[in-house]
Each structure stands twice: as C-alpha cells, then as structure tokens.
C-alpha cells in the first residue's frame, strides 16, 4: 500500500508540474498574447475599461512566472507542503473559471496553453477537473513525494527558475516570441493557409444577438431578428456543425472604400513588405526613422512597402504627421493583425506570398546591411526559424544548470560512494568485477547479399549454430529483417538491424525508423559505425537522437566506437573513444545503460586485414571499461559487454576472447559465410 501510494504521489506530482511548466513557459514566450487573453476575459465580465494595458501585460507576465515556477517547485519537491496547497488552490480557481466558460461561453479558447494547445471550453474543463483530482492527491501525500535538492540549493534553483521566466518574457515582448506557434509563422504561404481543399465539408456557424427593449434583455437568431423597437447590446457566433476551417480563415486586405486586394497583393510575384500596425493610436513610433528608411530601400529597389491597420482615416494622418510615413495604408481587421506579428508596428517580408522574415520595430533591418537588392542579401533568403537551437539554448540555458545543481547536490550527498569511485583508474581487470558481462558475437553483413541469399545464409546459421556458449546476434540489411526473423525463429540466434533514422517519422523518403526495425522483428540495432560517422556525416548530436529513440523502441543498442590509423600513431586513441562515448551514450541513465553493447572498432583496423594485437585491443578495453565506472560505477562497468571489432577471424578470436575485457567480437566480412562466423563463435567453447 505504502508503495501505491509512493508512485501516486509522485506521478501526479510529475504531471501536474510539467503542465505547469509547459502553460507558464508557452505564456512567457508570447507575453502579448496572453495579455489579450486577459483583455478577453476581462471584456466578457464588462471590466476592460477598468484594466490600462500596463495592467494587463504586467497580469500577463507574472502569470506565466508563476505558473512556471510553481511547476518548478514541485517538479524539484521545493517546500513541498506550501507548493502542492498551492497548486491545489490555483487549480480550484482556474476550474471554477473553466466552469463558467464553458456555461457562458464568452471566450471559445481558455487560452491555458497559449497558441501552442487550443483546447475546447469543454476540454478545458476536463483537462482541469483531471488536475484538481490529480493536484488532491499529490497534496495529501506531499510527505511522499521524492526530494531532489537541500534547503539551500532548492532556495537557488527557484530564484534561478523566476529570474530566467521573466527574463524570458521581457525578452519576447521587446522582440518577437522565440517560439511562434501562430498560422502567420515564417515559411506560411498565406494563400495556401487560406484554401479550402475542393469537396471539404464546410462549418456551419450560427450569430445570435442580444437586444434590449425597455429593460428587457432578450436573444435573437437572425431568422428572428426584432424590429428597430429593440436595440443593439452584443453578438456571438459559435460554431453548430464541424467542417474544415483552413489555418487561415480571417486575412483580408481592403482599401478605403471597401475594395478587397488580398489576392492582388499575395499574388504579387517577388518581394513584398508589410508594416503591420493592428492599433496606430498605440503604435510605438520610437523607430519610425528605420520604417522610413526601409521603405525608401523598397522603392529604390521596385519593391512594394504597404502598411496594414485597422485604424481609421484620423490615425492614419496623426501618424503621418509624426512620423513623415509617405507609404500607403490599407485596412485589415486588427485581431487579425495582432495575431500575424506580436508587435505594433511590426514588419513581415513576403515572398510570392510566403512569409519569410518577421521583425519587431525594435530590431529592423540596420539601413547599411541594405545595400544590395533583396535577391543578394540574407535578408531576401526564406527565414529559418532554428526551433532546434532555440530549444538547445533553452536546455543550456535553463534545463542544464537546474540539472547541474540537482547533481552536484545528489553527488555531494552521496560523496562517501563517490569517493570510492574516483579511485577507479585507468585498469579495471577481472579481479574487480562481481558480475560478469554477457559474451556476445555479432555478425555485421553490411550491405551484402541479396534477399535470397541472406536468408540461405541465416537459414544455415540457425540449423548450425546450436547450445552456444554466447549471444549470437546477426545484423542484416533492412529489407532481410522481417523474412530473417522468421526463418531464425525458435533458434538461439538474435536479430539486429544496421542502423536507424534520427526521426520518429515523417516525410524523410528513404529512412528507416527505430519503430519500424523494431517492428520488423529486430531486437539489436548498430548505431555509430565508423562506415555511418565517415560517409553519411553522422555527428554526435545525430547519433543521441538515434540512441534515445532506438532505447524508446525497446532495441538493444551495439554502438560503436574508435580511432583512426592517424589518431592511434598520435597517440589520441583514449581520447577519441571517451569524447564518442561522452557525446552520445554518457547521458544515459542507468536503467537505460543497461541496453548498451559497447563495440570498440579500430577503423584501420576494418577490412585492411590488419588486427590490433591482443594487447592493444585488452588495453582500450580496459580503459573503456574504466571510462564507463567513473560515470554508472563499477558495478555497471563489469556488466557491460564491450566487443572487439577490428578484423577478427576464427583464427585470432580465441587469442582476443582469452582477454578479461574483450567481451566478444563485431563481425564483418567473417560474418557473411556461415563456417567463418561459427568458426569465431566457437571459440568461446576452447
């Protein structure tokens, strides 16, 4: 019972925290967008006049800190007694606000998760009735829930959490969101955003309207609508039937009299700019001198400047006026606006109707870095978003040093353990093992024989290979996985597969994923061969993707170390195996260790015929096996298989598996003739 209770506490502990973090960290990321949600909220309950818009973005940004540091603190187990009635109570509002919303219905978008996760009112409500019963449980057994941090450093972590939250959001809100999850993101073709696919069921949408006679107030459909007796108080529109609604249904450019030249203008061929200013009453005409100056570059160079507002005719020339802008204005709805760039004014770059550049009027292009045409220029290039590094530089940034905090605290807990451990060095030999790793020779067929011949050969393997004394694995080319694993099925014999795509899936024509391998009925999948590092350009980076989604496919991993002839003469041939290791499978948790087989591969050792002696291959071993103690101790070490894979045949195999750190033996080309690889397997019976 005491341990149900553990994993209750802590898994809702873990769920409540990380929708916490993700609802905070995606409102600091667009501070504007969560203030007009606020304006929203504060519109249906008729106080929007009572709330300046300082009011509401400061609202905006303490929200988001501390929804964030909040999910912080419980994720840590910070105070654990005051987080979690803290939660529990900010749940409980926020259910009774998602119960009025969905009975109301004032707002269609609860705006929990920003633009990042639109929910329904009535999934809002779900999502929040889930939590309270999940934030009701975690609070009654807070006792129970595991401890990362001390006292002192817990008081670090979260005055590091609320410093980076804010920083965060004040940074969005002088430049752009980091994250833009809106339809009007960089690389959107606005037209196609537009479209409606031919034969697409169409929604059906329904206005009612609130009307007013002599102090009554009253609802009427538009089939019913009253005479001028009554007057006008509001309107809403909801949806009553589903059908397809394109990304983009609201984008409409007009001129003064009412013309629409939204096609003329996205159809434009070429370049196009436009100055987006939802409100010109509240545009910051601080950098009005670089607008000016961008469109002047714009019409030394033919291409069109416009500038879009859904103000009227009396700001425009106050605007004017303040600032000389001599481009033209046309009209567009300002929710529209405010939703295609988080800034007023703002600048987006078309290109045959594709946003590609977006800029906050606090970082414009610099007039000297506009000195050639478009065409010639970054600028003019289609924008890349970089969501990869804005993620990394979020993990360095914030992610890495709470982590590094949380370990060096843990570690100096556990320094007395860890003592021992920095004594291990640079030999780890049998005497220190109290278990021993499991012995495996695995045969790598590389891209060799046809469908029918690699089944002839594990046909052959299977009737061959009986009651040996190790874990026989063969690796064969994707299309022999599934038609292998039935003909070795029932047999002694494992089945690997050569490699596996860094992407869970999508459109990457000619991949093979982790899920797919796994599928197709392999259990072992090599990853970072020497042959993949040097043809194909495989970084560390691309081979941890790899690793994390091969473990979360529940494949065993061979991975693959070693030197060049150049770097073993230098002498480099420790340190290059210790940074491969370190850059892709040293961030592994234990549990996840557990599915490494660690295969060391002198690559002027690969097909040359040429063989790191007994002693050479003992020596890396070793210093492998060493390598692996100083981070998951020695325990995991000697557990660990680490197979030699530098041209090892029948007749040297006996002479390397006598070694106390040669765990067995990757096999190339002795792999692709059955006698050869039973050859080398046999060799563990002598």
Not at 1 to 23: D, E, G, P, Q, Y
Not at 279 to 284: C, F, I, N, S, V
Request: contains cysteine; hydrophobic residues 45%; neutral net charge.
């Amino acid at each position: 019972m005491n341990t149900a209770k553990n994993i209750a506490a802590n898994l809702c502990r873990i769920i409540v925290a990380l929708t916490f973090v993700l609802s905070g960290y995606v409102k600091a990321v667009d501070p504007l967008g969560t203030q007009y949600k606020i304006e929203d909220y504060a519109a249906a309950l008729g106080a929007a006049h009572l709330l300046p818009g300082i009011v509401t973005l400061a609202a905006s940004i303490a929200l988001s800190a501390f929804e964030f540091c909040l999910g912080i603190m419980l994720l840590l187990a910070v105070k654990k007694r005051f987080a979690t009635l803290l939660a529990l109570i900010f749940i409980a509002l926020m259910t009774a606000v998602t119960i009025w919303i969905y009975a109301a219905d004032p707002v269609q978008d609860c705006g929990c998760f920003g633009d990042a996760i639109h929910l329904t009112n009535g999934q809002s409500l779900l999502k929040n009735i889930i939590l309270l019963a999940l934030a009701a449980i975690m609070y009654a057994w807070h006792d129970r829930m595991v401890r990362f941090l001390s006292d002192g450093n817990s008081s670090i972590a979260f005055s590091y959490s609320v410093l980076f939250v804010i920083i965060t959001a004040l940074y969005c809100l002088y430049y752009l969101p980091l994250f833009d999850f809106r339809p009007y993101r960089v690389g959107t073709n606005i037209i196609e955003a537009m479209t409606v696919p031919a034969g697409a069921a169409q929604p059906e949408f329904e206005t009612t309207f609130i009307m007013k006679k002599n102090g009554q107030t009253k609802e009427f459909r538009l089939e019913d609508y009253p005479d001028s007796s009554w007057t006008f108080v509001d309107s809403k529109t909801s949806m009553v039937k589903e059908g397809f609604l394109p990304a983009i249904r609201d984008f409409a450019i007009q001129t003064a009299d009412g013309t629409d030249i939204t096609d003329s203008i996205l159809l434009t061929p070429g370049y196009t700019f436009l100055l987006i200013a939802p409100y010109l009453e509240k545009a910051d005409d601080a950098n009005f001198g670089p607008i000016d100056q961008i469109y002047e570059y714009a019409q030394d160079n033919g291409y069109p400047f416009l500038c879009l507002t859904s103000s009227g005719t009396r700001a425009i020339r106050r605007w004017q006026d303040s600032t000389g802008a001599e481009y033209p204005f046309f009209f567009t709805d300002g929710t529209t606006l405010k939703t295609v760039i988080r800034s007023n004014p703002g600048l987006i770059l078309l290109k045959d109707g594709v946003i590609i550049q977006k800029w906050s009027h606090n970082r414009l292009p610099k007039e000297e870095r506009l000195n050639l045409p478009l065409e010639q220029l970054p600028i003019g290039k289609a924008g890349i978003t970089g969501t990869t590094k804005k993620i990394t530089w979020l993990i360095l940034l914030f992610i890495v040093p709470v982590a590094l905090l949380s370990l060096a605290d843990r570690l100096w807990a556990w320094r007395s353990k860890l003592r021992d451990i920095r004594k291990t060095k640079n030999s780890f030999t049998l005497k220190n093992k109290t278990t021993m790793a499991k012995k495996i020779v695995a045969g790598n067929w590389k891209m060799n024989k046809s469908l029918q011949e690699g089944i002839a050969l594990a046909k052959e393997l299977a009737e061959t290979v009986t009651n040996p004394n190790c874990g026989v694995v063969i690796c064969t080319p994707f299309i022999h996985l599934a038609s292998v694993a039935k003909t070795i099925e029932g047999s002694c014999i494992k089945l690997g597969a050569q490699n596996c795509a860094d992407k869970a899936s999508g459109a990457y024509t000619g991949e093979v994923s982790a899920e797919m391998v796994k599928s197709a009925g392999a259990q072992y999948v090599i990853l970072g061969h020497s042959e993949r590092r040097e043809y194909y350009h495989e970084t560390p980076e691309i081979l941890k993707e790899k690793v994390k989604l091969a473990l979360a496919n529940g494949l065993k991993i061979i991975f693959c170390i070693g030197e060049t002839l150049s770097e073993r003469e230098a002498g480099k041939q420790n340190d290059i195996v210790k940074a491969e290791l370190e850059g892709s499978v040293f961030s592994l948790t234990p549990d996840e260790w557990k599915n490494i087989v660690i295969a060391y591969e002198p690559i002027w050792a690969i097909g040359t015929g040429k063989t790191a002696t007994a002693d050479q291959a003992e020596e890396i071993h070793a210093y492998i096996r060493a390598c692996i103690a100083k981070v998951y101790g020695n325990e995991i070490a000697a557990e660990t298989t680490i197979l030699y894979g530098g041209s090892c045949k029948a007749s040297n195999a006996p002479e390397l598996f006598a070694k106390p750190d040669i765990d067995g033996g990757l096999i190339g080309g002795a792999s692709l003739k059955a006698a050869d690889f039973k050859g080398i397997i046999d060799a563990w019976n002598k």
